[in-house]
């Protein structure tokens, strides 16, 4: 387990960043699905790191959880 580090604001959402240099965007929705503004968002280059974890509230898609693990997110769902 990595210590918070940072916390910072990207589009409204809080992004944490871990000691180990790991993103942490937690992420309240009931449902992921993959639509055409999580892609452009899974691509962003400010959210790029070593390590990427998004926790949601909720569960996700096959879809989204599949196109987020090709680019490296680690996804956990009914985080609370």
Do not use: Q
């Not at 449902?31 to 892609?39: I, V």
Request: proline share 4%; hydrophobic share 40%; charged share 30%.
């Amino acid at each position: 387990v990595a210590l918070l580090t940072s916390v910072e604001s990207r589009d409204r959402l809080p992004v944490g960043f871990t000691s180990k240099g790991s993103l942490i965007l937690p992420v309240p929705v009931d449902c992921l699905a993959w639509t055409d503004g999580l892609m452009k968002f899974r691509d962003r280059v400010d959210l790029r790191a070593a390590r990427r974890e998004m926790l949601i509230s909720g569960n996700a898609t096959n879809r989204a959880r599949k196109e987020l693990s090709a680019r490296g997110w680690k996804l956990n769902e009914k985080f609370h």
